[in-house]
């Protein structure tokens, strides 16, 4: 409410020429004509429309548009404070000025209350007008700037509210003071749940030592603005990856506290994992092609020296068998670089179709198969069927380690001599065990690298291939013995139809 003291008339309108178009409300024609040629005198930006009584004021206000509205109080069938409330149920922020001659405590108290911008006395002579000019020149302009600030507050709050930052205050210890409310929406919690939380608490804790430590490096210096990437402990989604920008402003009077500005970038760190792992089964490739294979090319060709000179067919039998070895090199090598790939697309398997299948097509010689493993997943048919195939081989080949031919050092050509594997269910994956020799725990994280092998007749991508299709799934796997002895492979993180 601005001052009623003409005495204190003090104009805060730099642009005295800024247009502002006012409605005179007045049951006295004659009075309402003079006081708008004063008013437009007074100043030459204002424009003055007049209306006898409030039905003709509300008729003008559905016609044109108007910046301020003057009004009496005393009139015929309706007062300047009932048509206040006709005016606000249509412009609740148009500035209205109650300008009356029936003054007096009770209805200037009563006019406060209804909301009215300002209120003023009629009075006697000309200087009424420059007083009521003023104030209508300051009463815009206030609604302007008022209409300015909520619509730059409005902008920002959309700005920050659909950003894909999360801005947020916290003190020295990594408690949150303030989130934007696209906290909700990056990090799955409401601003009103993390605030009071310690921040560190929801950092993963591989993570967490090296987060505390960059952010006391802002704490102890506020030139220091680190850049730092964790796994933040996401509401529904699990861990996601968070790049963090820190700043010190403690000293400043509204902040008082460090901004961090978190964006997800989890995506962007699955495209570098991946392409980390395209990069290591690459490096397999050529690793593979420079040597693996090299090696019976060699035999091959030197027994095939051997068979032109002697013609002996045992070396052709050797020639072929080092085919063979080159063929499930290069069938491997293809595997490995395709099967890596996420798994996009998944349908229905049957989990005791695809084990049968795989036994078919893996060479088992008296091998036996055992187990009931039942259920219906998800997953690329192709794919699971190759994984298996690839246990079942491992399983039937190394169960022949201890049936070496003491003339060539090599594996019994009949390989697993009896060994038994079984498939089971668990909670959330299935197993395949054997009761072979087994692996020994230290070998237990080197069998799936590419190129790992313990014999001169395998190419050491088997289980490599079985941890890229995994992954490719999203599933886990993990070694152990076996209940007799042998080596388990349990793959979890399935979940059954």
Not at 98 to 117: C, H, P, Q, R, W
Not at 213 to 236: M, N, S, Y
Not at 314 to 325: G, I
């Amino acid at each position: 409410m601005a001052s009623t003291n003409p005495g204190s008339e003090m104009t805060s309108i730099d642009d005295r020429t800024t247009a502002i178009r006012v409605l005179h409300v007045d049951d006295d024609p004659d009075f309402g004509e003079l006081a708008a040629t004063f008013l437009e005198r007074e100043r030459d930006g204002i424009t003055v429309t007049t209306a006898t009584s409030v039905a003709v004021a509300l008729e003008r206000l559905r016609e044109e548009t108007f910046d301020c509205i003057i009004s009496d109080y005393d009139m015929p069938r309706a007062d300047g404070l009932t048509f206040l409330q006709m005016v606000r149920a249509d412009n609740p922020d148009l500035p209205f000025i109650l300008f009356t001659g029936k003054g007096s405590e009770e209805i200037a108290s009563d006019a406060i209350s209804a909301g009215v911008n300002d209120y003023l006395q009629k009075g006697t002579g000309t200087d009424q007008y420059a007083v009521l000019a003023n104030r209508i020149g300051n009463t815009v302009a206030q609604h302007t700037a008022e209409h300015a600030i909520r619509e730059t507050r409005e902008r920002f709050k959309r700005l920050i509210e659909y950003s894909a930052d999360v801005v947020s205050i916290v003190d020295a210890n990594g408690v949150y003071q303030y989130l934007t409310p696209s906290s909700e929406r990056v990090l799955g919690y409401s601003p009103e749940e993390l605030i009071g939380e310690n921040g560190f608490e929801y950092v993963h804790p591989e993570d967490r030592s090296v987060a505390m430590e960059a952010f006391a490096h802002t704490v102890e210096d506020a030139e220091v603005t680190p850049k730092i990437e964790f796994r933040f402990d996401h509401k529904d989604d699990g861990w996601i990856w968070l790049e963090n920008h820190a700043r010190n402003l403690v000293d400043d009077a509204l902040i008082g506290g460090f901004v961090v500005n978190s964006r997800n970038v989890t995506q962007r760190k699955r495209r570098e994992q991946e392409l980390t792992r395209q990069n290591e089964r690459l490096e397999s490739v050529v690793d593979a092609v420079s040597h693996d294979l090299r090696n019976p090319l060699n035999v091959a060709e030197g027994h095939l020296d051997l068979a032109r000179r002697i013609d002996d067919p045992e070396h052709f039998d050797r020639v072929e068998k080092a085919h063979d070895r080159v063929k499930q090199i290069i069938d491997d090598l293809v595997t490995l670089a395709r099967k890596g790939e996420t798994v996009e697309e998944s349908d229905p398997v049957d989990l005791r179709a695809v084990v049968q299948g795989a036994w078919r097509n893996t060479a088992t010689y008296d091998a036996t198969l055992r187990g009931d493993a039942t259920g219906t997943l998800r997953a690329d048919r192709s794919r699971l069927q190759r994984l298996l195939e690839n246990l079942f081989h491992n399983a039937v080949e190394h169960g022949s380690t201890g049936n070496r031919n003491a003339r060539s050092g090599d594996a019994v050509e009949h390989g697993g001599d009896g060994v038994r594997v079984e498939v089971g269910r668990l909670e959330s994956g299935f197993y395949v065990e054997d009761d072979g020799p087994g692996i020994p725990p230290e070998d237990r994280r080197r069998v799936f690298r590419s190129g790992y092998t313990t014999g001169v007749d395998r190419t050491g991508f088997g289980l490599a291939i079985v941890k890229e299709i995994v992954e490719a799934h999203g599933w886990e796997i993990t070694v152990t013995d076996g209940r007799k002895g042998g080596a388990c492979f349990a793959i979890t993180g399935i979940d059954f139809v």
